[in-house]
C-alpha cells in the first residue's frame, strides 16, 4: 500500500534496527484519513473470507480493526489487556509476552462476544515475533471459532511471526513488509 509506505518515509522514527516509532498515525495520535484507506484496503483483500467479525488487541491495533469492520459490515470486538489474570468463568484468557515491552500481559475476551463457528478476521498494527496473533489465535481456537485470516498493517519481515503464522497454514496478509531497518535506513520488501 503506497499511502502507507510513504506515511512511514514521511513521519516514522526508526529508533533500533528492530523497532520504528509511528506515534504520530497509529500508536498515539491517529490519522483518521489514512486509516479509512487501511480498512478499505484490508475489506478488498478479505471480502471473500466469510468474516463474521473482526477481532484486534487495545489499543493501537483498534482504530484499523475499526475502520475494517466497518467496511465489512461487521463487529468489531478488541481483547482487553489485564494487569493480573484474573480467572473468569465468561471470558478466555491467553498470557502474551511482548518483545518490543519486555513484559508479560494477559489478553481477555468475554465468552458473550466469541461464539463457536464464527469466522473471526484478526487484525493488529504490527507483527513482530507474533505474540499477540498467537494469543489471540489460541483464544480463538479455544472458543471454537476459526480464524478466517489476519491483516496486518506493518509487517516486519526481518523478525518471524508473520512467516510462522503462514507456516500454520493461516492467510497472513500485510499493508506493507519492512525487509530492513539497519543504519535507520528503511527497506521495505
Ligand atoms: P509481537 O506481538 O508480534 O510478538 O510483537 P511484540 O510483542 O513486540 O508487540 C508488542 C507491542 O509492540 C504491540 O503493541 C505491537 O504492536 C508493538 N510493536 C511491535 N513492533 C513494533 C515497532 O517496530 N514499532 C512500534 N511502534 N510498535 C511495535 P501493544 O503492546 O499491543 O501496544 P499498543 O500499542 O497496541 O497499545
Ligand atoms: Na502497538
Ligand atoms: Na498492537
Redesign the pocket.
Known amino acids: 500500500m503506497d499511502l502507507l509506505k510513504n506515511k512511514i518515509l514521511e513521519v516514522g522514527v526508526v529508533i533500533s534496527k ?5 506515534d504520530s498515525i497509529l ?1 498515539h495520535q491517529v490519522d483518521p484519513q489514512l486509516t479509512l484507506e487501511m480498512g478499505k484496503v484490508f475489506a478488498t483483500r478479505f471480502r471473500e473470507a466469510a468474516v463474521d467479525k473482526v477481532m484486534t ?5 483498534i482504530p484499523i480493526a475499526f475502520a475494517t469492520a466497518l467496511e465489512l459490515g461487521v463487529p468489531l470486538v478488541f481483547a482487553r489487556r489485564k494487569k493480573t489474570l484474573t480467572t473468569d468463568d465468561d471470558a478466555w484468557s491467553e498470557r502474551v ?5 519486555g513484559i508479560v500481559t494477559d489478553i481477555m475476551v468475554s465468552k458473550a462476544y466469541l461464539r463457536e463457528g464464527e469466522r473471526v478476521l484478526i487484525i ?10 498467537r494469543g489471540l489465535i489460541r483464544v480463538i481456537r479455544r472458543a471454537g471459532a476459526e480464524i478466517a485470516a489476519v491483516g496486518i498493517a506493518v509487517e ?1 519481515t526481518f523478525q518471524s ?1 508473520g512467516r510462522s503464522i503462514r507456516e500454520e497454514g493461516i492467510h497472513v496478509e500485510s499493508l506493507v513488509k519492512i525487509a530492513s531497518m539497519e543504519n535507520g535506513n528503511i527497506i521495505f520488501e
Open positions: 528492530d523497532v520504528i516509532k509511528l500508536n488487541i487495545e489499543s493501537s491495533g509476552p511482548s518483545f518490543t515491552k493488529d498494527d504490527f507483527i513482530a515475533n507474533g505474540d499477540a496473533a516486519k511471526g
